[in-house]
């Protein structure tokens, strides 16, 4: 079974200025830095983590910190870059393309924890320092690319690329500050300059804008139930989890169900009672589009219209074009004729599913027909009557300690040999979070690595990962990663039981952990996950098919009471229902995807002033208007293209199933899971991140161009 996660890498655009993963200057440069430093007093942001690992002082941080940090973060890497554009000396390597990987130490430290935190445990201190703090460092942002004596010499050292004796990382490094710069506008007349930097601050205020908005619509738009007949259908732990929700925000005596981020919610396959699937389902669809103050229709249009002039400003015809242009796709009409032929067999298994699900309403005597609330309680019902199967059954065998170390660091070992030790003296943001340490096959001391598993309200939603401290050979950093997700917290003494779309999810964002961790880069701009945004889904992606490999199945799918392994006649069943409903899931990706291109391939001063028409008009342009699978989000809940870097990205999910499909039917006809694999899996794609080519990185290690073939079998759809 194929899942498509909602992966959100936290890679913030508006902190994604030249040199932000950083050390030390050098001391010809130090010695330009004005001096007129805040005062450190107790504020741990200003000197080096003494953790292992450099990691964050949780044990010392506190609301009142970050704002000061930042501040001065900005102010000394100014500093730094000035000194840097104003030396006599002429243009080199080192002392410039270095000399700015090496600047901003503090704005690296306290930028990456404070976005974090943002996004997984946030709170009104910490928004408010955000909303304050995000036009200022688009501003920063601003200074550095438009920067024109620093671009001259930037421009320099690109031109001599190739009279040197530069390493080909060396190169990759030159090559991708220039393509920044000048994606940044450093070529553009002062006047038009003067408006790029007016539509950065709008564009950094407009995000911040949405995700408060969606993290208070998303909290508001829960589904409250007075009665709890209402819930029938759920099992007796949900509707304590329900209860325990409710007690959190004060409403003893009712039940909570909380949103997800995605269209679709979970419980809609248990609620046996139609008008409360409805109800929920409307919850959702509709949580930022009730014309109160969390409405975001007119943040996005905004925001369109902004991007697509932003994109004219810099020769592009749209803004998908100038996104892409940069990525394996290159333009969005390779993109698209990806998404748009995959979408005939989706939709057509889709349509068939449907007509299963209607035919059972009908022998039950429902009288209606099949709408979006009833997909997964009939789909469902399907797969019992096909396959003998239910979420009940075989949630109670993935108990998430059990799946985490057993699943996950187990697939690990067998590839990469590594192995992993809880640390209880690392501190953290939230007492649900949990640290260990990962040490490689050689016994080396190789990562630290966050986890931080359950929803809470202040949390966004989805599941990403990022780093508190990147891969460095330069800074001599190791990494320090963090999975963060969204799976229901258990009432107190219930296990925490989860489906096996919250399994795969594990091992997707896991994926992406590998990716940082296996980094072996000098450059911290070209480390791990810093790779084209159609690429870096791949190895996320590719590791979602361990969940389902015998050996690794067998070690974690084990009953929570007894400690049973999973019967193999239902571990059978789980198999062969493996491409079960996967026209509606396929379709509901490729519906989003399209979406995501119908805004972003708007040309300047396009934007639709009715939001919910151009939704439906550019499905049906699309033809992948299906009125039972809407689209996995709607445009006002899309925070992947309004705030999470993924804007005329989202198709990247499928592009990267072409190749991460492909690349398991290679390890497949080569012995499957065997350390030999992963070594070469590692060294060839893990370990580079954007030292090359990505094309290029792959070519190598499958010794072809990937083809669509793998990912057809996988989704059941070949022949379709």
Known sequence: MKHLIRHRLALWALLSVVGLESACVPAAIRSRISSAPAAVGSNPFFVESTLPYHAPRFDLIRNEHYQPALEEG?????????????????????????????????????????????????????????????????????????????????????????????????????????RDFVRAGAQLSEADKVRMRAINQELSKLSTDFSNKLLAGTKVGALVVDNVSQLDGLTDAEINTAAEAA??????????????????????????NRAVRQKLFEQSTLRTSRGDSNDTKGTIRRMAELR???????????????????????????????????????????????????????????????????WQFYSEQVRKAKYDLDESQIMPYFELNNVLQNGVFFAANKLYGLTFKERHDIPVYHPDVRVFEVFDADGSSLALFYFDY???????????????????????????????????????????????????????EFG???????????????????????????PSQFNEHWALEPTVFANYAKHYQTGATMPQTLVDKIKLSGTFNQGFAFTELLEASLLDFAWHTLPPGAAPNDVDSFEAASLKRFNVALPE????????????????????????YTWSEVLDDDAYAWFKEHGGLTRANGARFRDMVLSRGGTEDA??????????????????????????
């Open 74 to 178: 900005m102010r000394q890497q100014l500093a730094e870059i000035d000194a840097i554009s104003k030396q006599t000396q002429a243009p080199t390597f080192d002392n410039t393309i270095v000399a700015m990987e090496k600047s901003g130490a503090l704005l690296t430290r306290v930028s990456k924890t404070f976005f974090a935190v943002v996004q997984a445990n946030t709170n009104d201190t910490l928004q408010k320092v955000q909303d304050a703090e995000a036009p200022k460092l688009a501003a920063h942002n601003d200074a550095i690319y438009l920067n024109d004596q620093l671009y001259r010499r930037v421009k320099s050292v690109y031109d001599q690329r190739e009279a040197g004796s530069l390493s080909s990382e060396q190169k990759a490094l030159i090559e991708r500050y220039n």
């Open 247 to 272: 007690k959190g925000r004060g409403l003893a005596g009712k039940w909570v169900l909380p949103l997800r981020n995605t269209t679709q919610q979970p419980a809609q396959a248990e609620l046996k």
């Open 308 to 374: 697509a002039e932003r994109a004219q400003l810099l020769g592009y015809p749209t803004w998908a074009a100038y996104a892409l242009a940069t990525q394996g796709a290159k333009t969005p009409e390779n993109a698209i004729k990806l998404l748009t032929d995959l979408a005939p067999p989706a939709a057509a298994r889709a349509r068939a599913e449907a007509a299963d699900m209607q035919k059972l309403i009908d022998a039950q005597g429902g009288g209606f027909k099949l709408q979006p609330w009833d």
């Open 454 to 508: 359950f929803k809470r309200d202040n949390k966004s939603g989805g599941a990403w990962m990022d780093q508190f401290v990147d891969q460095s050979r330069l800074n001599g950093w190791k990494p320090v990663v963090f999975n963060v997700a969204n799976f229901t917290k258990p009432a107190p003494g219930q296990p925490a039981l989860l489906t096996f779309d919250d399994v795969t999810t594990m091992f997707h």
């Open 512 to 538: 992406h952990g590998l990716h940082g961790m296996f980094s072996r880069v000098e450059y911290p701009t070209l480390s791990g996950t810093n790779v084209p945004r159609d690429f870096v889904e791949f």
């Open 629 to 652: 699978v809407p689209p996995r989000y709607r445009s006002t809940y899309f925070s992947h293209i309004w705030d999470g870097g993924y804007s005329a990205g989202y198709y990247a």
């Open 695 to 720: 094309a290029t990185l792959y070519r190598n290690f499958r010794g072809r161009d990937p083809n669509v073939d793998a990912l057809l079998e996988e989704r059941g759809l070949k022949g379709n």
